[in-house]
């Protein structure tokens, strides 16, 4: 028996920030991201946990994700998923061989035209995207802006490139078409596997974060029969208080129902470990992958998820409406979430 918990970063494990009303202070020091300080604890013990793999998958770069979890005993995913490493190794690419990146000048022009216009905005340049984010600015202002911003990129320098369009809550970003958490989740699982050697499947699976939109794909690799395309998603059950698992798994014993009524909904069928072709093919970007292998050695008829119902966690931090099964209100709550998991797996 195997668990596997998946975790996004920005506005999941980050310390909260008030950004209403600030004047004022060094703007970039403030817009750093930062690992909630209560977390250091139920992390490590979390990561030091023989039965369970723990991967952080962010939009941010690999600087970002090297600086705040360097330390830990987990494999980092960084810029959607397209860069993996585990802490002790290595990064490597699972980016599409082919991927079309000739747009990112024309797009880095018009970012920096409206950085300049938009006060305490910035931008990010990264090695598969590039992030406007106007969430330190006057909001109203902000929001007129990226409306601009938006018409300037469809009517030019976008118009006929193959990119999606991601618009946050207060943020638009610009990234090759294909990339997306879901889109490299089987890629990074398939990764693990190999490096652990590990023999028998994958049979619990936590995936928790602050996910846009366009990412929520991760919701449903692990559960396929949900719509593929539905951004809008569905509302789901708010967990007023997640401190428990009404489960039993292999790191810790079956803890009590909360409040909440923390319960999985319906049974899921086992999925299949997906073959080198299918990895290749399943993409949505339609290009193989680049291994730092020449190829992987897969175990004929084992599976990489074995997972019912009620041994798959998804949950959505902060948004109102998703394909996650549960919802938690902010990374506070999240930090007491994995508190009280911490202390069921040192019981165990």
């Excluded at 020091?29 to 139920?42: I, T, Y």
């Amino acid at each position: 028996m195997y668990a596997s918990i998946l975790q996004g970063f920005n506005a999941t494990l980050t310390e909260l920030v008030d950004t209403p009303g600030r004047r004022g202070g060094d703007q970039i020091k403030e817009m750093e991201l930062k690992l909630h300080p209560d977390l250091k604890e139920p992390l490590t013990t979390l990561c030091n946990d023989p039965n369970t793999t723990t991967v952080v998958l962010s939009g941010s770069d690999r600087s970002v994700l090297d600086d705040n979890f360097g330390e830990y005993n987990m494999w980092l995913a960084a810029e959607n998923g397209m860069f993996l490493r585990l802490t002790k190794g290595d990064w490597m690419t699972t980016m599409p061989e082919h991927l079309n990146m000739e747009w990112v000048d024309s797009v880095k022009h018009v970012f920096e035209y409206f950085t300049e216009r938009t006060p305490r905005s910035h931008f990010e340049l990264r090695e598969t995207s590039l992030v406007w984010n106007y969430k330190y600015a006057d909001v109203e202002f902000g929001r007129l802006q990226a409306r601009d911003l938006l018409q300037h990129l469809w009517t030019g320098p976008i118009s006929n490139a193959a990119v999606d369009v991601v618009q946050g809550s207060r943020s638009v970003e610009v990234r090759a078409v294909g990339v997306t958490k879901g889109a490299a989740i089987d890629r990074i699982l398939g990764e693990i596997v190999h490096s652990k050697s590990i023999m028998t499947p994958i049979d619990y699976v936590m995936c928790i974060g602050h996910f846009l939109g366009k990412d929520e794909d991760i919701y449903t690799f692990f559960e396929p029969e949900l719509p593929a395309h539905d951004s809008a998603g569905t509302t789901r059950t708010k967990v007023a208080d997640a401190v428990n698992l009404p489960v039993e798994r292999p790191f810790a014993p079956k803890l009590p129902a909360s409040k909440s009524g923390l319960k999985a909904s319906h049974s899921r069928t086992k999925r299949a470990l997906p073959t080198p072709d299918m990895r290749t093919t399943n993409n949505s970007s339609g290009s193989g992958w680049r291994s730092s292998r020449e190829s992987i050695e897969w175990n004929e008829g084992s599976s990489v998820l074995d997972l019912k119902g009620e041994n798959y966690f998804s949950c959505a931090v902060g948004r109102k409406r998703s394909n996650a099964r549960y919802l938690l209100g902010s990374s506070d709550e999240v930090v007491t979430f994995l508190k009280k998991l911490a202390e069921a797996s040192s019981l165990s």
